[in-house]
T-cell receptor, first 115, second 114 residues
């Protein structure tokens, strides 16, 4: 099956700093890629997605580009806010090619933004 | 449109007991997946149901089982609970009409085994 490796935290930044969270994947073919965010005491929320190579997903100031050459999907934000403090997960389908569902996730990156 | 709902939100059980968790997907979503989240192992896929059939299963012992009903609601059951089963159990649903695998998650059920 597919797999994902994600930088682990915690990552501590000051407000308005630039953010990069690294994510690399191993997959058959070119499956969709996702970033999810989890706030304390809550489930996961889909932050952004990319469905094919060179696609850029974006939402709430966050961006990630599907790079097939480097098998990466790094999450970036130009200026983080305290409210961005959360745990971020990179994910992709367990198996490429459709059919049965299920996602595989990175270990998660705990992001802490200090005022 | 209402999101994914899970009941109960919190549960405390004793070793050896069994537990049933419930998940109601987003209206119109026919695929339901379950995940276990622990600090040590992270997020792990348990199983996925579509049209009342289990299509995919993760690497968990047979004590973990599930089912899906005709209205797409799903339940998962854990028998003979162990301390290591303490976790946040997340349910996710997906529309099967789109080209992507994006899943929408519920708030989870926090299970504590004592």
């Amino acid at each position: 099956g597919n797999s994902v490796t994600q930088m682990e935290g915690p990552v501590t930044l000051s407000e308005e700093a630039f953010l990069t969270i690294n994510c690399t994947y191993t997959a058959t073919g070119y499956p969709s890629l996702f970033w999810y965010v989890q706030y304390p005491g809550e489930g996961l929320q889909l932050l952004l997605k990319a469905t094919k190579a060179d696609d850029k997903g974006s939402n709430k100031g966050f961006e990630a580009t599907y790079r097939k050459e480097t098998t990466s999907f790094h999450l970036e934000k130009g200026s983080v806010q305290v409210s961005d403090s959360a745990v971020y997960f990179c994910a992709l389908p367990l198996y490429s090619g459709g059919g049965a569902d299920g996602l595989t996730f990175g270990k998660g990156t705990h992001l802490i933004i200090q005022p | 449109k209402a999101g994914v709902t899970q009941t109960p939100r919190y549960l405390i059980k004793t070793r050896g007991q069994q537990v049933t968790l419930s998940c109601s997907p987003i209206s119109g979503h026919r695929s339901v997946s379950w995940y276990q989240q622990t600090p040590g192992q992270g997020l792990q896929f348990l199983f996925e149901y579509f049209s009342e059939t289990q299509r995919n299963k993760g690497n968990f012992p047979g004590r973990f089982s599930g089912r899906q009903f005709s209205n797409s609601r799903s339940e998962m059951n854990v028998s003979t609970l162990e301390l290591g089963d303490s976790a946040l159990y997340l349910c996710a649903s997906r529309s099967t009409s789109g080209p992507t695998y994006e899943q929408y998650f519920g708030p989870g059920t926090r299970l504590t085994v004592t």
